[in-house]
């Protein structure tokens, strides 16, 4: 197996501390036409210059394999934002300045346009996205936006996965979203110290089996969906196993129940999940579970990579990934516009992010897995996790729900179904039970908050 090893996010543990404005571009009040204004993520944008100059195989590898696919050297790159200001003056005969401001979390940058900050562009995850476009603080794209046809630069129509498309669509936000990373919820565990079948059961958080060996996440909406899938686990396996499409039918109801009953059903389970974990995390629990120190934890599907690059390179462990049977979060971050944002810089800068070999250089830096498709993404996907032609024990691995129909299956090792490729690309049969959680209203998310702070 040819593996990838996301450095960023190695370096991102290492200046975690650093404050945030020393990460901010050409800082500017007020509007200006020649300034586009984006709030994102620490370490979610390819920062290019150093990071390709380290001294490692892997990295040397990728940007041979890369320099081959596209024509470019990655050595003497620079971010990603800055080469966009180059690309936009070229391509359109203006100049642009990138003010790139990484925020901490989305209540952050909720909070931040609640006291007035303006950005033309926003990266939010899907629920912060659903609750700033039922207050209107932001506006739709064009619909040439979203048409492949109307310009020879819109890349992100030309790219974006069908699937993820229509994740937006049911989330309400066609029109408003543009697509950048997305993803599950599942569960990191050392194969030799704990069964598989019981990892595959939201019930693994009370089991005796994980007792003080197990973390998971410090946050009322990722810990309320854990409780709800032990609160369901039992009645919707029975029902997926007697009557499937009634089991999808009631599957994202199910999973975004937040009545007065169930959420007092679900507070004992957490509570009962409370005494017998190891601990709450966010980001900290990575290394203990990468090192061997704990045998489980849950995690995003994007850190869940990163922990199993990092046990086997650094500690030679081979660890795994899974998908409770019953049901799963699914979640993505896109780009979205505030009211009076410069659309036509935003769109652009969009684009740009969505062409081929940039988005490529984006999963490889970040880690995560991108809303777009195509045939480099592809050819990536076969170069990151595709088996040597002498490898054996390999399996066929169909991506043609996200890669459209007609895409030939990828040769995989056996084990890339359960580890690396399973995580940021789960198979057609687990994505029938991955949920896109809804943001909580007001008042449910003052209920949910008291309960969080009341087990925590």
Known sequence: MKKIISLSLIA?????????AGCTKNSTSGRNENVLRVASWDEYIDEGGSFYNEDDPDLADFKSWFYELTGVDLTDSK???????D???????????????????????YNKIKMGDHYDLLCPSEYMAMKLKSERKIVPFDTDFYNPNADEHNYYAKNVSAYTSNIFKNAGLTEYIAGYMWGTTGFVFNPEKIDRSIMNSWNCLTSEACTRSITAKDNVRDSYFMGLGMYYEEELLTLKESNYEEYKAVLSQKMNDTSETTMAGVKKLLEKMRKNIYGLETDEGKTDVAAGRLDESYQWSGDAVFILDEAESEFDLSLEYSIPDSASNLWFDGWVMMEGANKEAAKAFINFLSRPDNAIR???????????AG???YEYLDYAYGAEEDEENTVA????YFFGEGTLPLTVAEEQTRRQLFAQYPDSTTIDRLVVMNFFDKKTNERANRMWNNIK
Do not use: H, R
């Open 362 to 372: 984006n999963m490889y830096y970040i880690g995560y897995t991108s809303c777009l």
């Open 397 to 400: 691995y169909d991506l043609s």
């Open 87 to 109: 690309w936009y003056q070229e391509t359109y005969g203006k100049s642009i300045t990138v003010e790139y401001i990484p925020l901490q979390d989305n209540e952050t940058m």
């Open 12 to 20: 991102c543990l290492a200046i975690s501390t650093l404050p945030l």
């Open 375 to 377: 045939e480099k993404i």
């Open 79 to 85: 971010p990603l934002y800055e080469e966009f200001e």
